[in-house]
């Protein structure tokens, strides 16, 4: 047997900071651009492609012109201020159909009702975003879709009074018979109740409200909206509520009683199967055919209800993704503890679903604003395409390309990059596990 | 202490099993099981793993289904019927053997949830009870932390303490030291005895036998679903009656 030495430390060493060459801009440099011949090549090439692609585009961006009337207009300008032959970004175009672009066809006097609808967005989405500001504001993000659709639609304002009413029926009859009658009856007795109210008393109650205290805006048709309006109202509505619905459908998904499940995988696997323009255009055209003759149903309307159910699906399966990564523990705590199926969803299940979730359904909606465009398809003007072709068939800017193209993106990626960010500033709030 | 403790037991039936039967699938799980439990009664369930124990105690708070035969709770038979089912389970506290916390709230969160939704409690008095338990189990400081935060012991004293906020009349342990790094078995056990010592009705499954020789006043082995022997803690180490528990206790007390 070898001798062993005999060990006793008298004294733990402190730590130490590691050597120079292990730390800082030099260790980053060397260990991701450097490493080896190759890397090092492949870092010199990048950047001589960078560098000649933004060489190639900064003269065009360099030549903006801002004001004109039209596009020959801006080409001379550029002409004359950097030289024959030199090219130039021309984007008084947007300038000049700005209100086009944000509005489409809206009436012009009537513009302060989509910015105020916009400005109050603002409102209701805080609290909503945001966990520190008073929870009381919910209850005006609540009424938000009633006010917005009277803003920006106009008619009378009980038509919106009555509709949300319906939901404020659906809660008493879930209130009282959820209490007699278990959660399961309560909840079906809330959706008939609402539904019936919907059907019979709605209408006639606006009416005679509307006689006595008129509160009228000017209507405005939904052929007169498009551009960015538009969009945002598909989007949002999109947005608004296909969340909820994704997250019944998920848990529709994952119950025991087959014909609640059966039905809710019929529905993800046939709206997921489908190209959205399917669905748009089953919206637009088909509809027509099955409703009964002289059915009015709002096209704008019939497209959200599409987007909606198209976005859910895809939702409710990020959220069976996010249901499946919980661990069985957390629902036997749950049991164990005496909560109810819909509490221990509510309480314990959903909260960290969504959290897992986050990236995906912020995935989702991104996805779900951008393809607010395609409703193009169905003849609404949406910012990309519609109102691009309708500037372009003004003579004076006939022949522009780039610019609204830009222009657009531009928005677009404003407001999704928005939503990224905001995803990652919520996944690290709700971060509690601090591995 | 122990021995003061042993005298609690009343002669009032907590749970009463009479020939209850579980399967998996086809597999037979658990077999004619037959067990009185009185109040006060701190019980340890033994056996190899594969041997039911753990099904025994879920059964008891209805997480496993039993297909034949009866339990009642507390005067509740557990039947197909949810609300029963709700009812026995907030009398009934079961702590896990990987803790079950809820990772998204904090520690005072998972103790005031359930009597806060459960037992409609107001949230003072929930978080006033939910503090005391805190100071029970020693943790107090730990309060506005995440489960994350804390030790393996440290949580399962949470989620000991999480269990007593409801009130329950019994408590059931399934294998709570068994995901616990050996330094941090002690101040969970020591919590347990705590418990014991107050008359809690408790059923343990452990591997923990010191903890059997110590507070409980009857230990149950059981093997292959079914159990094959019982008695009180000492007759039952030191003179144990069938061969499989000889075999099962040279196995585990061999080294």
Redesign the interface.
């Known amino acids: 047997m070898a001798d062993t030495d005999a060990f006793f430390r008298t004294e733990m060493l402190p730590p130490k900071e590691p050597p120079l060459s292990q730390r800082g801009v030099w260790k980053w440099m060397h260990e991701n651009m450097f490493s080896s011949i190759g890397s090092g090549a492949l870092t010199v090439l990048g950047i001589l492609f960078v560098l000649y692609v933004l060489a190639s585009a900064f003269p065009w961006f360099a030549h903006s012109v801002w004001h004109a009337d039209s596009l020959r207009q801006c080409r001379d300008i550029v002409h004359k201020t950097w030289g024959p032959g030199t090219d130039g970004a021309c984007w008084a175009v947007i300038r000049a159909n700005w209100n086009l672009y944000l509005y489409g066809f809206y009436p012009m006097e009537q513009i302060w009702r989509p910015n105020l609808a916009f400005l109050l967005l603002l409102v209701a989405l805080s609290p909503i975003l945001f966990s520190r500001l008073p929870r009381k504001m919910i209850w005006f993000s609540a009424c938000y879709p009633a006010l917005a659709y009277w803003l920006i639609w106009g008619g009378t304002l009980w038509i919106s009074v009555t509709i949300m009413a319906g939901f404020a029926v659906g809660a008493l009859v879930l209130r009282f018979l959820g209490r007699i009658a278990g959660t399961a009856l309560g909840v079906g007795g809330a959706v008939l109740g609402a539904v019936l109210w919907w059907l019979f008393v709605a209408a006639p109650v606006a009416t005679a409200l509307a006689d006595i205290v008129p509160l009228h805006l000017t209507f405005v048709p939904s052929d007169k909206l498009g551009g960015f309006l538009l969009s945002f109202i598909t989007g949002m509505c999109g947005i608004g509520f296909s969340l909820p619905m994704g997250i019944l459908l998920s848990l529709g998904r994952r119950s025991d009683m087959p014909i609640i499940k059966t039905s809710c995988v019929l529905f993800i696997e046939f709206v997921r199967g489908v190209p959205l323009i399917t669905l748009l255009f089953t919206a637009s055209f088909l509809l027509a055919y099955f409703l009964p003759p002289g059915t009015t149903f709002d096209l704008v309307l019939r497209v959200i209800i599409m987007v909606t159910l198209f976005s859910a699906a895809y939702i409710a399966e990020v959220i069976r993704g996010g249901l499946a990564a919980i661990?069985r523990?957390?629902f036997?705590?749950a049991?164990?503890?005496?909560?109810?199926y819909w509490?221990a969803q509510r309480?314990?299940v959903m909260?960290?679903a969504l959290?897992i979730s986050i990236p995906g359904i912020v995935g989702v909606f991104i996805g779900l604003f951008k393809d607010t465009t395609l409703v193009i398809i169905v003849g609404l003007l949406d910012p990309l395409m519609g109102i691009s072709n309708a500037v372009r068939a003004n003579v004076a800017w006939n022949g522009v390309y780039w610019e609204p193209y830009i222009f657009a993106a531009t928005i677009f990626f404003i407001f999704c990059f928005g939503m990224s960010r905001y995803s990652m500033y919520l996944e690290g709030k709700?971060k509690?596990?601090?591995? | 202490m122990a021995e003061a403790a042993r005298m609690q037991v009343s002669h009032e039936v907590a749970v009463q099993i009479t020939k209850m039967n579980k399967w998996y699938g086809t597999f037979h799980v658990l077999r004619d099981i037959d067990l009185t439990v009185h109040r006060g009664e701190r019980i340890v369930i033994a056996g190899p793993s594969g041997s039911g124990k753990s099904t025994l105690i879920r059964c008891i708070n209805r997480l496993e289904e039993h297909q034949a035969g009866q339990i009642i709770v507390d005067g509740t038979e557990l039947t197909g019927d949810l609300k029963n089912i709700d009812k026995v389970r907030s009398e009934v506290g079961m702590v896990f053997q990987h803790f079950n916390l809820f990772p998204h709230l904090t520690i005072l969160e998972n103790l005031t949830l359930a009597p806060m939704w459960v037992r409609k409690t107001p949230k003072r008095e929930a978080e006033e009870t939910a503090m005391y338990f805190l100071n029970k189990v020693k943790i107090p400081d730990q309060a506005q932390k995440y489960p994350g935060q804390l030790s393996g012991g440290q949580q399962q004293r949470v989620a000991i303490a999480r269990s007593l906020c409801m009130k329950p009349r019994i408590m059931l342990f399934d294998e709570p030291t068994s995901a616990l790094d050996p330094e941090m078995i002690k101040e969970v056990l020591d919590t347990m005895i705590e418990l014991a010592e107050e008359g809690m009705t408790m059923l343990c499954v452990t591997h923990e036998m010191g903890f059997a020789r110590q507070v409980a006043n009857r230990v149950i082995f059981m093997d292959q679903g079914q159990i094959v022997e019982q008695n009180e803690p000492n007759e039952f180490f030191n003179n144990p009656q069938s061969d499989r528990t000889k075999l099962f206790l040279s196995q585990i007390l061999g080294h």
């Open positions: 661990p523990g957390q036997e705590a049991d164990a503890l005496g909560l109810d509490k309480l314990i909260p960290q959290k709700l509690t596990d601090h591995r």
